[in-house]
């Protein structure tokens, strides 16, 4: 059964995570403290990652869009910095936005690990693939490294992640480094 009240002012922003995964984040929130997002949008995840731990969330993002046409068309006439102002009046107390690209922000952060990685940026398979070659090192050992979108970044996960499982009616894939 899905317990809504993980994730109560998640499910008020607008974004694609569905109930299943919503509850699989934040259950899984509350098992991790340092806790790293790769494409965080307007912040629904996000926000249920981080009303769920008791440390704190890095959410990496340009918030800048994609050339993704539904992304084009929901941005247009807004500003440069609308998206990202959004994200911060979403975000929650704990989240430490990183305005950059992933490959960026994993080098800017090379010192850092973290016990949970969700990567939800880019789609496509090599941007998923650079994703996790990028982040995996930066994860504890033992940590939970998963993803959304289980069915265009397929491909990637499989060649180079072992012991992967998806979550029950939803689209997240995930497994224990």
């Not at 317990?3 to 259950?27: V, Y």
């Not at 629904?44 to 731990?53: E, I, P, V």
């Not at 993704?68 to 107390?93: C, I, M, T, V, Y």
């Not at 050992?141 to 029950?168: F, I, S, W």
Request: charged share 30%; net charge negative; with cysteine.
């Amino acid at each position: 059964m899905i317990d809504a009240t993980l994730f109560r002012e998640a499910e008020k922003i607008e974004g694609w995570m569905g109930f299943e995964d919503l509850t699989f984040l934040a259950q899984q929130a509350q098992k991790h403290e340092h806790i790293l997002e790769v494409g965080s949008w307007l912040g629904r995840s996000t926000r249920a990652l981080a009303d769920n731990t008791k440390g704190v969330v890095y959410a990496v993002d340009t918030w800048a869009g994609s050339d993704e046409p539904f992304q084009k068309e929901f941005l247009a006439g807004k500003s440069k910095d609308w998206l990202f102002e959004e994200f911060k009046r979403n975000k929650g107390a704990n989240v430490l936005p990183v305005r950059m690209t992933s490959l960026e922000a994993a080098v800017a952060l090379a010192e850092l690990r973290f016990d949970m990685i969700f990567l939800d940026a880019s789609h496509d398979y090599d941007n998923v693939k650079k994703d996790i070659l990028a982040w995996k090192p930066l994860l504890v050992e033992g940590g939970l490294l998963c993803g959304h979108d289980r069915y265009p970044t397929a491909k990637a996960v499989d060649e180079l992640l072992t012991g992967v499982k998806y979550v029950d009616g939803g689209i997240i894939w995930y497994t224990e480094i």
